[in-house]
Nanobody
């Protein structure tokens, strides 16, 4: 059975850093694209970044370019989102998602979802 479990969220000050991890089980490493989405309070879920099995990241959302870095460890079937220079507007629940083959920036394209991890950035 497919599972995605996020970890690493928390409370951080403006300008701080956090590293989110997503552990996947029951999914093929080679065929699976993994992605991060976030949902700020009162807003819709939005795309952050996605990565294919080969480590190619496509593409970062404009609001995180130069600050966030996504990577994956296929041996551990884990995706990581390193978040630096965090801002209060980055406050959101962050979700890991996965799909078979191909990359998409649309949430509806992803079949598998984790429960999410809260990131709060204080000013």
């Amino acid at each position: 059975q497919e599972h995605l479990v996020e970890s690493g969220g928390g409370l951080v000050q403006d300008g701080g850093s956090l590293k989110l991890s997503c552990a996947a089980s029951g999914l093929s490493t080679i065929t699976t694209t993994m992605a991060w989405f976030r949902q700020p309070p009162g807003k819709e879920r939005e795309f952050v970044a996605a990565i294919n099995w080969n480590g190619d990241v496509f593409p970062y959302a404009d609001f995180v370019k130069g600050r966030f870095t996504m990577s994956r460890d296929n041996a551990k079937n884990t995706a990581v989102l390193q978040m630096n220079s965090l801002k209060p507007e980055d406050t959101a629940k962050y979700f890991c998602a996965a799909k078979e083959w191909g990359v998409s920036t649309y949430a509806v394209a992803y079949k598998y979802w984790g429960q999410g991890t809260q990131v709060t950035v204080s000013s």
